[in-house]
């Protein structure tokens, strides 16, 4: 058995070391890589991510998979050995399922849709976008019925970002989420103006954004030596192994908080990263869990830590002090509520914490009955704008600024939203746990050592890598599934008090 996964381990490890090569290109080119390098560029990580995909698909990987899964039955689940077999016996699966044929239509409707979707939005014409919506959407039927069988035919596609995952699980949370969060929402549109938040659209220089961003994620436990970061269009992280995670960040001076806010977001991916377990090394095990689990990390730091009170009362001086023009005459306090200043808005990526997660649930119920046959593609635009002035309050004057917003659809990203929301949610549950093992953690806060919150989120997370599921990590760590109740409960006391409600 142990000649077996060696084998196994040998050939996947070629197959990490071109997506990782790929990935160093690919930073590459979002960071230092003049204009005119653009061309050659996407032919070397075309071919470096093809040669990725044929090890994974390839008989060899599953011939070698059969063989082991047979001798597996007595190894620990937990175990590498076993999480290797399982979770490549999945990348395997996803790979050989669909047939080639339809991948590339796929991948070719999805290269013509962006670029169409791009004019459609510029010029707000749904009706150009449409057909080749409505394509995408059938070309996604037939990629789930690949899966067969399932509950739902969302669920596979829910499963392909989030493993584990199914529609009926994300419904228990998201249906229950909704009252309360649409009626919060409510209840502080009625008080907005009680917090101002204009003092945070004063210039504030690119270099003090920088020093103080690198000063923060420093003491929260990034690890530079294995680290490094960079100014791009688009804040990023990016990792080639546990041992080189770089993020990026974006300056945009009139807002002060944006850059450090998204730095210390990018943080928490990239400490998740750092943090993976050395014996997963080059087994593509070596990488965080899935994209809700990540994003329960950035936000954790980026939320829960960095737009609290007690992180502030140990930082704020320091911002002063490098920002005494802008925030001299201005009290902490001023200055923490309009950090976390709510107003509901059309557009999601520019969304406060509290309004975040309905544009979420609006895009998951839409792409629920868009799968099933109840809404279709040319009824969005009006489904769209009745559900944003149900859940908050606004309706978009336009279809670019409503149903046209996110890239997503257009590149065939349908059962991807949902994932931006757990992240969320398992966040507060995670943070919600942390207290419960250890009380004195916002005291710690409050005096500027992150490192036991480090230790806590690498002994239950991080380590693990790509081991276990989201579902599974929530078992494990809070002894039960994923659960709203501890998300809305922190809204509600947070964003109660800001408001006065
Ligand atoms: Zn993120």
Redesign the pocket.
């Known amino acids: 058995m142990q000649d077996k996964l060696n084998q196994l381990k040998k050939l996947i490890g070629r197959a990490v070391d071109m997506e990782r090569a790929a990935s160093v290109l690919e930073w590459d080119q979002e960071t230092y890589m003049p204009p005119g390098g653009g061309e050659a560029r996407a032919d070397q990580i075309a071919t470096l991510r093809s040669a990725f995909h044929e090890i994974f698909a390839s008989d060899e990987a599953g011939r070698l998979l059969d063989e082991l899964e047979k001798e597996a039955a007595g190894l620990d689940y937990d175990s590498d050995e076993a999480s290797l077999i399982r979770v490549l016996r999945r990348e395997h699966e996803r790979r050989v399922r669909v047939p080639l044929e339809l991948a590339e239509e796929l991948a070719r409707t999805a290269s013509l849709a962006q670029q169409v979707w791009q004019k459609a939005r510029a010029n707000n014409d749904f009706k150009s976008f449409e057909p080749l919506l409505a394509k995408t959407v059938e070309l996604k039927h037939r990629w789930a019925e690949c899966f067969k069988p399932y509950e739902n035919i969302y669920d596979p596609l829910l499963d392909y970002y989030e493993p584990g995952i199914t529609y009926r699980q994300i419904d228990a949370v998201f249906s229950a989420l909704k009252p309360p969060l649409v009626k919060l929402v409510k209840d502080i549109t009625a008080r907005l103006d009680v917090v101002d938040d204009t003092l945070l659209s004063q210039p504030f220089g690119a270099e003090g954004q920088m020093a103080f961003g690198r000063e923060v994620i420093t003491a929260l436990g990034y690890d530079f030596e294995r680290g490094r970061i960079d100014f791009s269009a688009h804040p990023f992280t990016i990792h080639f192994g546990r041992d080189d995670v770089r993020i990026t960040t974006r300056i945009v001076e009139g807002i002060g908080s944006s850059a450090l806010m998204s730095t210390v977001?990018e943080a928490g991916?990239a400490m998740y990263e750092q943090g993976t377990s050395p014996t997963l090394y080059r087994t593509w095990l070596d990488q965080g869990a899935s994209m809700s689990v990540?994003?329960s990390q950035?936000r954790f730091y980026e939320n829960i830590i960095g737009r609290s009170r007690p992180f502030w009362r140990y930082w704020y001086p320091r911002l002063q002090a490098i920002f005494p023009n802008q925030l001299g005459q201005v009290d902490m306090e001023t200055f923490y509520r309009a950090l976390n200043r709510v107003q509901p808005s059309l557009i999601r990526v520019e969304a406060d914490e509290v309004t975040y997660g309905l544009h979420v649930i609006l895009r998951f119920e839409l792409e629920n009955d868009l799968m099933n046959g109840r809404v279709s593609v040319s009824d969005l635009p009006k489904e769209w704008n009745a559900r944003m002035e149900a859940y908050l309050g606004v309706v978009p004057p336009n279809d670019a600024q409503g149903v046209l917003q996110d890239v997503h659809w257009s590149v065939g990203y349908i059962g991807y939203f949902p994932d931006y929301l757990l992240g969320s949610i398992f966040s507060v549950q995670l943070w919600e746990q942390m207290l419960k093992e250890r009380p004195s953690v916002p005291a710690e806060i409050e005096a500027g050592q992150y490192g036991a919150i480090l230790d806590w989120l690498r002994e239950k997370i991080h380590r693990h890598g790509m081991k276990f599921t989201l579902p599974e990590l929530s078992e494990r760590i809070t002894g039960g599934p994923l659960r709203w109740e501890p998300y809305m409960n922190y809204l509600q006391t947070k964003y109660g008090e800001i408001y006065g409600l």
């Open positions: 977001h991916h990540h994003e950035s």
